[in-house]
């Protein structure tokens, strides 16, 4: 009892002194003559300027500025773009091979115009990327990519970030299949998030790169499944970061990595096969076995780092070979000195080529 008056006590010196010094502080503030310092208020209340959004840039500019405020002239321009709004949803539910089942979240990132005086949703609505995070087949950290996503949704696409059901429970074929039924979803759901269902593409990297790049070879053709089948999973273009291709030719070129080991990615995403030892299996998750020149193929857009110590850069020589030799419409650009996903992807400038290439095709 005694300890407890004796902290209120205390307690209450220390309140004391805060008041004490708080009302030291406004009396010195009062004491300062600000009205001289600053323009003179209007003698009468002023009513408020109606400014729509649009009419903001005409809304009455001040000369006021005190001494030794600086005042920087040449800035009147944005250039983050749009802001993005951020929604988490499920995609589809899928039964695995245990009978258990396994929520598939999208993370969509939407521009936004509410509050954006120069921007405005285009008619039909924005177009849509389908992003897919690589993860060597494992399970991805989608947000780790957030800062794209956000970079990309500025630029006026809406950005449908999946997670696929990953190598350690479920083998190729399930990861395009779910990239797939990732494009329905976001057709289903084109008016809930203001976008175009005509103007649809593919972005990912690294086994991400690979599972775009299968998705947007084979559209509504097999591996496939009945999620959504109303809706058409064909798109228009294909953006491949670094994926692997040609899963037999990788142990052949210099990397970081053995690729056909059974524990290796490729190894796992095929069943836990060597992947030399299964080539049928090898050749059906490799997005080069899909191309045809009697099959269409949506535009491909392909980037590599020329040190990449993962994916070997001859898996995008031949992606790119190919479709050259079958009369495709096809854009590849080495990044001479990038490694895999950093020193040059991950950069203003990567962004800009892929959103140029897209101004032309989407």
Request: with cysteine.
């Amino acid at each position: 009892m005694t300890t407890d008056i004796a902290q209120n006590i205390a307690d209450d010196g220390a309140d004391a002194a805060e008041t004490a010094e708080t009302t030291e502080t406004v009396t010195a503030i009062g004491a300062i003559d600000i009205e001289s310092m600053v323009a003179a208020p209007s003698p009468t209340r002023l009513a408020p300027i109606p400014t729509p959004v649009e009419q903001t840039k005409f809304f009455p500019h001040t000369d006021e500025f005190p001494e030794g405020c600086q005042v920087i002239s040449d800035l009147d321009q944005d250039d983050f773009g749009y802001p993005v709004n951020i929604e988490q949803v499920t995609y589809v539910t899928r039964q695995l091979a245990d009978d258990s089942s396994v929520d598939l979240p999208m993370w969509v990132f939407t521009p936004g115009v509410d509050n954006m005086p120069e921007g405005a949703m285009p008619e039909g609505g924005w177009p849509v990327i389908a992003f897919v995070r690589g993860s060597a087949f494992h399970e991805q950290n989608v947000t780790d990519y957030s800062n794209y996503f956000v970079r990309i949704a500025e630029q006026g696409y809406v950005v449908a970030a999946l997670k696929y059901r990953h190598s350690d429970i479920a083998p190729f074929p399930a990861q395009m299949q779910d990239c797939k039924t990732a494009v329905r979803f976001m057709r289903k759901n084109a008016e809930r998030f203001h976008c175009n269902k005509d103007r649809i593409a593919l972005w990912g990297d690294s086994s991400g790169g690979h599972t775009v790049l299968m998705a947007g070879f084979t559209g509504n053709r097999a591996p496939d499944t009945d999620a959504y089948a109303e809706e058409s999973a064909e798109v228009n273009a294909i953006v491949d970061w670094h994926g692997p291709t040609d899963f037999a030719k990788m142990n052949f070129y210099p990397s970081s990595q053995n690729h056909s080991d059974p524990q290796c990615p490729e190894g796992v995403v095929i069943g836990g096969g060597d992947v030399l030892e299964h080539p049928d299996l090898s050749a059906q998750a490799s997005p080069m076995t899909y191309l045809s020149a009697d099959m269409p193929t949506p535009s491909t857009l392909i980037m590599h780092g020329g040190r990449d110590q993962l994916v070997p850069f001859n898996q995008s020589c031949r992606l790119y070979a190919t479709l050259k030799a079958l009369g495709k419409d096809v854009t590849f650009y080495k990044l001479d000195n990038a490694c895999h996903a950093c020193y040059g992807f991950r950069s203003a400038r990567a962004l800009r080529l892929v959103f140029d290439w897209l101004s032309d095709r989407l």
